[in-house]
Nanobody, 123 residues
Framework: QVQLVESGGGLVQAGGSLRLSCATS????????MGWFRQAPGKEREFVAA????????FYADSMKGRFTISRDNAKNTLYLQMNSLKPEDTAVYFC????????????????WGQGTQVTVSS
């Protein structure tokens, strides 16, 4: 059974940092692209960042460039999202996901999803 399990969310003040983790199991994702998405109340799910598991190529939404860093640990089968200089508008549920093919920024092209972790940034 494929599982993606996010952790690391929480409450942080504006300007602070958090590191999200996504532990994967149930299959190998070496041929997949992994992504982070987020969804705020009343808003659509939004692309944050993605990484190609095999070669580490990264992709970011423009608003996250320079503040967020996506990475993976092959030995631990774990995906990370380092978030710095957090803003109140970053408040959302953050999801990790895996896709075999398709556009990296389209949530519809991702096959496997985690349950999400809440990130709340206070002003």
């Amino acid at each position: 059974q494929v599982q993606l399990v996010e952790s690391g969310g929480g409450l942080v003040q504006a300007g602070g940092s958090l590191r999200l983790s996504c532990a994967t199991s149930g299959r190998t994702f070496s041929n997949y692209r992994m992504g982070w998405f987020r969804q705020a109340p009343g808003k659509e799910r939004e692309f944050v960042a993605a990484i190609t598991w095999s070669d580490g190529t990264t992709f970011y939404a423009d608003s996250m460039k320079g503040r967020f860093t996506i990475s993976r640990d092959n030995a631990k089968n774990t995906l990370y999202l380092q978030m710095n200089s957090l803003k109140p508008e970053d408040t959302a549920v953050y999801f990790c996901a895996a896709q075999y093919s398709g556009s990296y920024y389209r949530s519809q092209s991702y096959r496997y999803w985690g349950q999400g972790t809440q990130v709340t940034v206070s002003s």
